[in-house]
């Protein structure tokens, strides 16, 4: 044994204890979420800029090759079969290589034989169906360098001016090149305004964001702050004023929360007050029977101080009984009670066979009346021991305050017109007064002039059970009795059906 004993020890030392999971902040993840998108699309949109500060900076450049290549190719001329370019000094300057790039120019032939300018300028790719005077553009790769080239066609048949020749169109290719470096450059200069002052942006962006994000939080803290300073016994709904629409919902919660709390813990004092109050009269009873037994020397004495307390002892095992019973009743949520499909008809005549042998102490005749095609029917949706604890107390009522010959009778019958189940409980007693009808089911309320024993809590716990089955109770006097001293009362509990009643099979 304590060998085992130590081999659970050195077992539950060495497994490692489970770490509680750190708290997610709200702060955080709202943050995460704001900027994760501005992070990935920052570089984006540095990439689109990008392209974009390029296609700009080409444009200007383009416009002007096209232009070069286009007054080049106008100084092509064709004499005696003989190609030349008669380049005047204007024509030359454009030519001349500027501060940054450089610039080249191919003129050829028809078959491609080189006419004038630079030898190793590549040759376009696709020379089907040259359209003249047509520029196009083109990137090409150029004594290792990049160059941006401007082509057209120039048709040596004929000119702009003149009218259409005869033969086979023959067509001279006018190029035009210069290195990307300016481009470059100003396509960088572009970027760098763009994107410097993003640069500066963003961190202002975050920070107002930040400040942002801790103002829009500010009321969770100042709720926390508020809760945090409550006392321990402050129960008071929290002040929903000033409170976002985000907020109020959970506010709410809290506050139906804190409710219920108040509830069950007013209920608890109470049944320690009233356990505490109606409890001291029978245990006083019990203590003074107890001492006049021990005084007493006649045997006679001592068994008539001993029927006093076991009979002071029923009636505080009673007392307990019921004050259990109607704590239990009160605390119990209505969501929270289990409720089954059951028979109300089969029910309620057991419970009242459990009362046959008491009625006939009492001389009281005690009956049970239900209709023969509803005995199996009444379906209701319930927690049957709750509900036979509703039926005793009004049985018990009944039978304490029923006078001897007197009768109490038990009825279940079905109100087929609003679909309810209903089970009434009548006597021959001294009855209830209109205007006491209300009081009756308060805890230890007891009708004045009344000689019947009891604790005054039967109907009380008869109510709460009631309302947790969405039941209605009801107090009439009994139709059916023919003494004007004992109107007797007819306590009337309706129930909604929980199946469609009418058929008499049985399951």
């Known amino acids: 044994m304590q060998v085992d004993q130590a081999n659970q020890s050195l077992a539950s030392q060495s497994k490692p204890e489970a770490t509680p999971a750190s708290p997610r902040s709200l702060f955080g993840d709202i943050l995460d979420w704001l900027l994760m998108p501005l992070l990935l699309l920052w570089p984006l949109s540095i990439g689109v800029t990008y392209l974009a500060a390029k296609s700009i900076a080409n444009e200007p450049f383009d416009r002007s090759l096209e232009d070069r290549v286009t007054v080049l190719a106008q100084q092509v001329k064709e004499m005696n079969g003989e190609l030349s370019a008669q380049l005047p000094f204007a024509a030359r300057d454009i030519l001349r290589a500027d501060d940054v790039d450089n610039v080249y120019f191919q003129i050829s032939g028809p078959k491609r034989e080189l006419i004038a300018g630079d030898s190793d300028l590549p040759l376009p790719e696709d020379e089907e169906a040259p359209v003249a005077w047509a520029v196009l553009m083109r990137d090409a790769q150029m004594r290792n360098a990049e160059v941006r080239i401007a082509y057209t066609y120039v048709n040596l048949q004929q000119s702009k001016s003149s009218a259409q020749s005869f033969g086979a169109p023959r067509y001279a290719l006018v190029q035009m090149a210069e290195t990307t470096e300016k481009r470059r450059l100003l396509a960088n200069q572009i970027i760098k305004g763009v994107m410097l002052p993003e640069f500066i942006i963003l961190p202002i962006a975050i920070a107002l964001l930040w400040f942002a994000l801790s103002r829009g939080l500010s009321p969770l803290t100042t709720l926390q702050d508020s809760i945090r300073a409550r006392r321990p016994d402050d129960l008071s709904p929290i002040d929903s004023r000033g409170v976002p629409e985000e907020i109020s919902p959970l506010v709410r919660s809290l506050n139906e929360m804190l409710a219920r709390l108040a509830h069950s813990i007013q209920s608890q004092k109470r049944f320690i007050a009233d356990a505490a109050h109606q409890m001291k009269t029978p245990l006083a009873g019990m203590r003074m029977q107890s001492e006049l037994a021990l005084r007493q020397d ?39 009670t289990p409720r089954f499909s059951l028979e109300l008809t089969s029910l309620a005549r057991s419970t009242v066979q459990d009362w046959f042998v008491t009625a006939q102490a009492r001389e009281i005749d005690l009956g049970f009346e239900a209709e023969e095609a509803e005995q199996s029917t009444l379906m209701i949706a319930g927690h049957a021991t709750m509900l036979r604890e509703l039926l005793n107390n009004l049985i018990d009522n009944a039978l304490r305050y029923t006078p001897p010959q007197g009768s109490v009778t038990v009825r279940v019958r079905h109100d087929e017109a609003r679909a309810l189940a209903i089970v009434e409980v009548e006597d021959n007693g001294p009855g209830i007064e209109a205007g006491e009808r209300n009081l009756v089911f308060d ?21 709460e059970i009631a309302q947790r089955h969405d039941a209605e109770v009801d107090i009439f006097n009994n139709p059916r009795s023919q003494d004007p001293r004992f109107p007797g009362c007819l306590f009337r509990i309706s129930f909604k059906l929980s199946v469609a009643s009418g058929s008499t099979d049985q399951a």
């Open 298 to 336: 006649a045997r006679d004495e001592i068994q008539r101080s001993l029927e006093q307390l076991a009979k002071s002892s029923t009636a505080a095992t009673r007392l307990v009984n019921q004050l259990l019973a109607l704590a239990r009743a009160e605390n119990e949520s209505p969501y929270a």
């Open 443 to 463: 805890r230890f309320y007891r009708i004045l002039g009344s000689e019947s024993e009891g604790s005054g809590l039967g109907l009380a716990i008869v109510r």
